[in-house]
Each structure stands twice: as C-alpha cells, then as structure tokens.
C-alpha cells in the first residue's frame, strides 16, 4: 500500500505535521485490555451502582422505570439500524425513514399536534428549543416559565438563552400545586409548563392555553412523562402550540440519564421554524412511495449561522425505540399501560393518607405525587434504602416550603407489596 | 410476480397504521393487583377519550416489519461506509454488551453520588483518558453531540471573555467548516465571520489576521480541515488569535487523524469537542445517539458545564456543583451515558498503541484510496491528506456524469456513498473517509468500483445518470417532498 502511495514509510504520511508538534511519547492510558478483562472490570464499575431491577423503584423526577418488552432491544440491536447513519442517501435508507415517519405519525396523533420531528438530545433541550422556536415565530422578548417546571429543564433554558435578549418571568406555583397565570402582557412570547408538572400536578392546559393566547402568547407544554400523554387530554387539543418533552418512557432505559430522546410537535403553520430534522412522504422514479428528509432548508448544513437549530446527530436509535415500543403497544396497550400506572400511583397515595401522611397538593396526578414527611428526607431514604427501596426524589431544594417531603413515582413495575413496603417505611419514620 | 417482494427474500412493507387491525395488541401487562379505577371518571376534563395515531399489532407484526425495514438500510456491518467525517468505524460487539449492564442501564441519574460509585470512577476515568489524549485540562461528558459540544464550547469562551469584563461579538469560521459551527456560534448571539482558505485548501495566517480584531471572541477550526488536510499553519494562527485576547475552538470531527498522533492542546486549541461516535467507535444509530464531550485548557475550567465530577483524596468521586463561573447544564442529566460506556470500552481495548495504530492505518487506507483514484476522479489540492480525501467530478465534465450520479451509482455496487457536495468550497465534492476498519482488499474493490464508474460515465453516462437501477426505491423526488410537506399518515391517504 506505501508502494502505491509512494510513501517510504507510515511514518512520512504524517510529515504535513509539524515534528515539533508530533507527539514524542506514548500516551498515558491504561495498556490495552482484552474482551474478557474489559467486561469483568466494566462489570466491576457497573456492579457498584444501584439499579432498578435490583431495588423495588420509586424515583422518577424526569426519568421512569418502565417495563420494556423484549422486541424492543432484540430489534434495536439489528446492525441495519444501529451501524447505519442519518438517511442522507434515501434509496438506501428507508428502514430508519419509515421508521421517523411512523414516530412523526404516532407524536401527531399523542400530542394532538399536526408535526413532529425526528428527536432533539432530551426533554431539557427539546423544551429550550422550544422556547427559541416561540421566539421566532412571535418575535417578542419575554419567557413566561411555570415555577414547576422540572429543575434541571429551567437550568437547561437559562443556559441556552443565556447569551440572547430575553427575559425570563416565573409563573408561581398555587397551593394546589398547578401554575398560577401571572405576569403576562403583550411582550409575552410564550408561555412554559410542564404536564404533569414537577411536583406530579395534572396542570389546567385549557385555561392557561386561552389565558396565554388572550395575550398572543403562544403555550408551550413541556412533557417529561411520555406516557401520561395516553391518559390525559392531548396537549394540541387543549391549545398547547408547542409540545414538546422527553419520550425516554416509550421504551428506553434509564442509563444513568442518557441517551433519552427529546421530542417536538408543532402546528404545520409554524413547521418552518422548527428544529431537528424531519421526515416526508415522496415517490421515486418508477411513482413508488418512499421517504426523505426534507425541509431541511431550515437546517445548519443548509442554512449554516440561519439555521433553526444547530443540531445534527439527534437521537436515531432511541427514536427506533420508542417507535417499536409504541408500535407493540398500539392503541390498547399503551392506554392501559398509563392506566395501570395511574392506578398504582393512587393505590399509593390512598394508603399513604390511611397511614395518616399529608398529599400537600390538592391537583390531580398521574404516576408521580408529593408527599410529606414527619422525619428528615434524607434519613427516611437511608432508612428505605436499607431495606432495599429508592424511595423518591427529596423535594427540599425544589420546594423547601413543603418541609420535609419526597416526590413519589409508582409505574407499573411497583407490586402491590412492594408500594406497601414503601408505605410502612415512609409512615414508620418519626421524628 | 407478487407485491410481497421483489426478489425474492426482499420485501416490501406498509406502514404500522396500513397494517393495523382492530383487537391486536403485541405485550401483556402484569396481572392488576391494585383496584381498578375509572380514570376518566376521576380526571374528568384532564383526561383524554380517544387514542388517535396509534395502530393495534401483535408482537410477530410488528418484529417482522422493523426486521423488514432494517433490510432496507446500509449500515457499517453490511459494508464500507465511507462517509467523510462522519468516521463510520467499526463498532465493537463488546461495547453494546457492557452498555447493557444493568448497573448501567437502568442506574438512575438522580441516585445519590454514593450509590453510584462505580458511574463516576467511568466518568472519571473517561476524563482523564480524553484529556491525555486531547492535550486539554478537563473535560465535560455532558453534551449529547459534536453540535451541543460546539455549543458548550462556544458559551465557554464567552463565559471566559465575560468574566473579563469583555463583550466581544464576532466568532471567526473558516469557509471550508461544518455547517454547525457558525449555526452554534449564532446560537451563542455572535455574528459569523467568515474566513476564505487558501488556494491550497489550508488556513493561512494573513487571512486570520485581516479580521482579526479585539472584537473577536475567537476562531472554531476543523484540524485536519474538512479536506482531510493538516492546517499547517494552526501554530501560528492560534499566535495571531491568542494575541488579541481571542480563543481557538477546536472541532473534533477529525481527530481520527490525529489520536496518538499530536494533540490539539499542545497545538495551542483552547477547546475542543470529541465526537464519541466518529473518532470512540460508538454506533452512528441511524442518525444518533452521539455524544459530544468537551476538553478546555485550565483557563476555561471555571466555565465548565454543571455539575462536574471531582476525585476525592479517600480515592471515592463526587459531583461538583460549586463552580460559580459555570456556564451552567446543557442536558437535562448527565448526557449519553451509554455512549460514555462505549468509549471508554474502547480506548480500553486498544490502549496507547492500538489507538496510534488505528490512526496510522486510517491515514494508510485514506492516502491509499487517493493513490488508486487519482487519475479517474479530479484531485483539488495538492497537499497530502491524513485521515480522508477529496476527489471530484472534474474530471467527468464532459460526460455530463456529475458527483451525485457517481454517488448514487455506487450504491448500485454495493457501497454507501462518500459525503457529497462537502465541502462547500469544493465544487462536486466527494468526501471519502475509509477508516482504519477496512483491508486492503476491502479498499480496492471499493476503488474498483470508482474506477468502473468513471469508465461507465465515458462510455454509457445515461447508465450512470440513471442509478441507482437495484435498490427497492429508485431517486426520490426531494422537490415534491419539500413543497407539499406530507409528515405523517392519515386515515384514507
């Protein structure tokens, strides 16, 4: 091969690097492992962390411990899907485009909007483009954002508006736990909750979709728990006219937090301003139906410092998975998956008040509540986790108000005994 | 013949919803050992009556449709995929095992730091692996693509530039860069300056310095450049950048070229992105995930996204959440952590010799490939390449043939196609970057099929012009797609 190339050694194929620039050591990492050595001291690392099938699970705080059917991995690990790339050659890409297309149907259809794209990073970034998105389609300056929105989603906004002209507002939260409509006028662009809310609230979307559009605002709703949009009204019907969140329920591991996958559903009025890409229906040459990216003059590759958005690589595979996790559901599963979960949640809460603990807000919810304490937060959870339960989300930063409290979420992989167990713990601890 | 398949074992499959049929449902929900409630009762108003867009499948339905889209797909284990800088490697089968792990998989982020130990030692380990590598000071693993690293880094120089009391609004982009560095710089409110390269194809310093000015908060350069060319003269631009009070971002879509090689910290980058899924041989998942890690020399650590991860003297790790001059959380978690297993999977199984090795062999395969198409294909620059080329359809123009027909042409050989009409500053570009991953053998009957094409463009071009002939779906219409948008399935069309 250096014969063909001309080159006298692999050394001089480098030579177009300066050789005081040319490093003159080895690097300094660990000697190369084999197979063998790499799983037992990966197994080592991953078996010094608490993980949901070892421990009865009731933390969620944005990321849910579901169930995922066997199919949905046996699949995803199919190598046409997982060592393929963005479809940018359609004839040789209709797999991953069928698959985009039939996720962009099956957002439609669960958030009650007309388009969805192919994924952004998570809920947190899905939900910041979001607002850059109400930005440019209402051009005014001002972010109205629910007090209960998740945490780390409010950082994440700040962080990506961080170097733009816009004012940040927040909506506070009622006693009930809903989002109180404050602060809006005619400089509003938009207004942000979360549904269900932080704190597991089943916010009021009709009204404050008509109290946000009363102003020319546009609502945004931000989803974390994909599944609940099988239960509740869809968002789009209630006047959301931007849904977006994070679809991580729909099939896809918790990992520590990542990869999750970031949706977004818009109205068509407003499809040229949307990030991410996005999927359509065409036809070859022969007239046979087939799929492409398009649009994609709102993009960086076309469009570079215009763009929409500056992303590129979303997240493909996770979009597979929850478009198989949706697709083994179907219409029936899935709405009596979210079912089950409601149900369990308040199996959970009626115990928890016979066992004489305060639900502090009167909201609905749907997997996910509040509830409070009569001992510390943090020794009630060392004292569940001894017996081999995460007990939930220590609220005192969040809502210090509360005192000592734990946000709880029950999905359907809580048994009756196992929420019984974590009634008995929560209520046995006093002060 | 039937419309179930072309050939044989290749089949045609509608859509979910075409294939729905009333009553199918493919899981089975655990036996209800709580009361059963009306939720609808319950939540009057809040709740929703009908489920629209979803169809009802039995499991084999739907594992027999995606087995059956996936067949329409090319992918890396189906063969060579030489998209250019999109280093489209081999994934290691080991890295989707450990991945899995369920001490892994199903960790939860919000675990205290002390559950999850053996997460932090990776993530710590992973650091300092990247920094060795990189040159840099620290890294984040944050950011869940190349995209949101540029994006990272870009808040970090202006973080830096704040806390010095400074507003300066312009970002200087080379002409030949990757469409998401002057979309992220935007995002961060500069304006985009853009800097023409040289006849040569490379940066050169007198055009750095024309615009350079104290308004300038820096410069975001692809080293090797999107030719697949060293920037030779990156020393002494960082010189003309740093002494104006600018800093130097390094996009590592190329750093395949460079691991074990030279580092771009000691080549004076102030930042630089690792994109995991090129040069860390996490799987490219048909358009993601990636994840896009970011390393900074030590005057920029104080603006690392939050919360960082921090070695403790007793050896255990922890999150740092204290670093008042951060630019604060770009992901709602902790990032592609999954994608974080994989590479540090990875550098473990090569270590320092085997990454310079795969680097070696990736400069060997993409100079080979050029030495074989020179001649055939039109060669822009003359300077050598490292780790891909650039050819183009120069040399075709008289045969109408152009680079998209000798892209689509190649599929019909079996091959993915090259990165096409990029760089924008090389008119009918093809991108070819071959990895360490393929043989010799590998490469000339990829390069054969080059050759047979050019052949084909002189003597039958309409051949050409018409590929591809064997894939189920001949050219799309794009134009059709784009002005009446159809973007989702609709009873009745």
């Known amino acids: ?431 | 013949m039937s419309r179930n398949a072309t050939r044989g074992f290749s089949y045609e499959e509608d859509l979910l919803f075409e294939r729905s049929r009333p009553g199918r449902c493919g899981v089975d929900l655990p036996r209800n050992d709580v009361p059963a409630l009306d939720a609808r009762a319950l939540l009057g108003e809040l709740a929703r009556s009908e489920l629209p867009g979803l169809p009802e499948l039995s499991e084999i339905d739907v594992v027999r449709h995606f087995t059956r889209l996936s067949t329409w797909n090319a992918a890396v284990d189906l063969g060579l995929y030489p998209l250019g800088s999109c280093t489209m490697k081999y994934n290691p089968k080991l890295n989707e095992r450990v991945a899995r792990l369920a001490g892994f998989a199903a960790a939860h982020p919000l675990s205290p730091a002390e559950e999850t130990q053996g997460l932090l030692a990776l993530f710590w380990q992973l650091e300092r692996c990247l920094a060795e590598i990189s040159g840099m000071d620290r890294v984040t693993l944050q950011p869940a693509a190349g995209a949101q690293g540029e994006l990272a880094g870009i808040m970090m120089i202006r973080a830096y530039h704040a806390r010095r009391g400074e507003r300066r609004t312009k970002v200087l982009v080379p002409d030949s860069a990757h469409g998401t560095n002057p979309a992220s710089a935007a995002l961060n409110g500069y304006q985009v300056v853009s800097v023409p390269s040289g006849d040569d194809g490379i940066l050169h310093p007198d055009a750095v310095a024309a615009v350079m000015s104290e308004d300038v908060a820096g410069l975001m350069i692809t080293n090797p450049n999107t030719l697949g060319i060293f920037e030779t003269h990156l020393a002494e631009i960082c010189e003309i950048v740093h002494a104006k009070g600018g800093l130097v971002y390094g996009d590592g879509a190329n750093l395949n070229a460079l691991v074990g090689v030279a580092r771009p910290g000691d080549l004076g980058i102030d930042v630089l992105h690792f994109n995991l899924h090129k040069t860390f041989s996490t799987p490219h998942g048909g358009g993601g995930p990636g994840a896009g890690p970011v390393g900074v020399k030590a005057a920029l650590a104080p603006h690392l996204p939050l919360p960082v991860v921090e070695r403790a003297a007793d050896g255990s790790h922890y999150w740092n959440h204290d670093l008042p001059h951060s630019i604060g959380r770009l992901h709602g978690n902790h990032g592609n952590v999954g994608m974080l297993v994989r590479a540090y999977a990875y550098i473990r199984a090569l270590g320092p010799d085997g990454l310079e090795r795969a680097t070696e062999l990736a400069v060997l395969n993409a100079n080979y490939l050029l030495a074989r198409l020179r001649g055939a294909y039109h060669v822009p620059f003359a300077k050598p390449v490292l780790h891909e080329c650039v050819v183009t359809d120069r040399s075709l123009a008289e045969t109408g043939v152009t680079t998209l027909d000798v892209a689509k042409r190649l599929i019909d050989h079996g091959y993915h196609p090259p990165t096409v009409y990029f760089p924008l500053i090389v008119s009918g570009a093809l991108m070819i970057e071959p990895t360490e991953s393929e043989s010799k053998e590998g490469l000339d009957r990829f390069a054969d099929a080059l050759l047979e094409i050019a052949d084909e463009a002189h003597k039958d071009p309409e051949l050409v012009r018409g590929a591809p002939h064997h894939t189920r779906r001949r050219r799309l219409d794009e134009t059709r797609a784009a002005r009446k948008p159809v973007l989702r399935w609709q009873p009745g069309s």
């Open chain 1, 1 to 431: 091969m250096l014969a063909a190339i001309g080159a006298p050694s692999l050394g001089a194929l480098f030579e177009s690097i300066p050789a005081r620039f040319r490093l003159s050591r080895a690097l300094e990492l660990p000697a190369a492992a084999s197979e063998y050595e790499i799983l037992s001291e990966l197994g080592e690392l991953a078996a010094r962390n608490e993980n949901a099938e070892a421990r009865a699970w009731f933390l969620g705080a944005g990321v849910h411990h579901h169930y995922v059917p066997s199919a949905v991995d046996a699949l995803v690990s199919r190598a046409e899907f997982y060592t393929s790339y963005t479809p940018y050659q359609p004839e040789i890409s209709q797999g991953t485009l069928q698959a985009i297309f039939e996720w962009q149907t099956m957002m439609c259809g669960l958030t009650g909007l007309e388009v969805s794209n192919a994924s952004l990073y998570d809920g947190a970034s899905a939900s910041a483009e979001a607002v850059l998105m109400a930005l440019r389609i209402s051009k005014r300056r001002k972010v109205a954002v629910s007090a209960a929105l998740h945490p780390h989603y409010r950082t994440v906004l700040e962080t990506y508006l961080g170097a733009l002209d816009f004012e940040l507002v927040t909506l506070p939260r009622g006693d009930d736990g809903r989002t109180q409509l404050r602060a809006l006028d005619a400089e509003t662009a938009c207004v942000l909750v979360q549904q269900p809310n932080f704190v597991g609230c089943i916010e009021d979307l009709r009204a404050l979709a008509s109290a946000a559009h009363a102003h020319g605002a546009l609502l945004v709703t931000s989803v974390a728990e994909a599944l609940s949009l099988a239960l509740l009204a869809a968002p789009g019907e209630c006047g959301a006219d931007i849904v977006c969140g994070e679809a991580q329920s729909f099939g896809v591991p918790m990992g520590f937090g990542g990869p999750h996958l970031g949706f977004l559903a818009s109205r068509m009025a407003h499809v040229r301003q949307m990030p991410g890409r996005l999927v359509g229906e065409t036809v070859d040459a022969d007239g046979q139906r087939g799929y492409v990216l398009t649009l994609s003059t709102r993009e960086q590759h076309i469009r570079r410092e215009r763009a929409t958005s500056n992303i590129c690589t979303n997240q493909g595979l996770c979009l597979m998975m929850a478009t198989i996790f949706l697709a083994l559901h179907g219409k029936q599963g899935l709405r009596a998956l979210a079912q089950r979960n409601f149900e369990k949640a308040e199996y959970a809460k009626a115990r928890l008040r016979e066992a004489g603990l305060t639900l502090p807000f009167a909201a609905p919810s749907f997997n996910e509540f509040a509830v409070r304490l009569r001992a510390p937060a943090h020794e009630v959870l060392a004292a569940a986790r001894a017996q081999g339960i995460v007990a939930g989300f220590d609220l005192a930063k969040f809502a210090p108000e509360l005192g000592d409290a734990l946000l709880v979420c029950v999905t359907e992989t809580a048994a009756k005994a196992a929420i019984d167990r974590l009634v008995a713990v929560l209520a046995g601890a006093r002060a």
